[in-house]
Nanobody
Framework: QVQLVESGGGLVQPGGSLRLSCAAS????????IGWFRQAPGKEREGVSC????????GYADSVKGRFTISRDNANSTVYLQMNSLKPEDTAVYYC???????????????????WGKGTLVTVSS
């Protein structure tokens, strides 16, 4: 059974940094994509970043480009989201999700992903 578990959320001041982790298990596909999404209070869930199992291809939403970095560990078991220069508007519940195609993660967003974690809360406030 596919399982995705997020961790690393918390309270951070504007301009600060935080690293989120997504531990993935239960699937052995050769080609897959893991994405980070977020949902702020009263808003729709939106895509943040995607990473493909094919050559670690990555992509970012314009709102986080240059500030966030997605990566995975050497064992290919955990995906990270390094968040720098955090802003109050980054406050949201952050979710990781797994799908097949990188372009679906980037272009279709939420509807392009197949399995979801339960989320971790990030609060950016002074």
């Amino acid at each position: 059974q596919v399982q995705l578990v997020e961790s690393g959320g918390g309270l951070v001041q504007p301009g600060g940094s935080l690293r989120l982790s997504c531990a993935a298990s239960g699937f052995t596909m050769d080609v897959y994509t893991i994405g980070w999404f977020r949902q702020a209070p009263g808003k729709e869930r939106e895509g943040v970043s995607c990473i493909s199992s094919v050559d670690d291809i990555t992509g970012y939403a314009d709102s986080v480009k240059g500030r966030f970095t997605i990566s995975r560990d050497n064992a290919n078991s955990t995906v990270y989201l390094q968040m720098n220069s955090l802003k109050p508007e980054d406050t949201a519940v952050y979710y990781c999700a797994v799908g097949v195609l990188f372009r679906y993660c980037m272009k279709r967003g939420v509807s392009g992903m197949d399995y979801w974690g339960k989320g971790t809360l990030v609060t950016v406030s002074s």
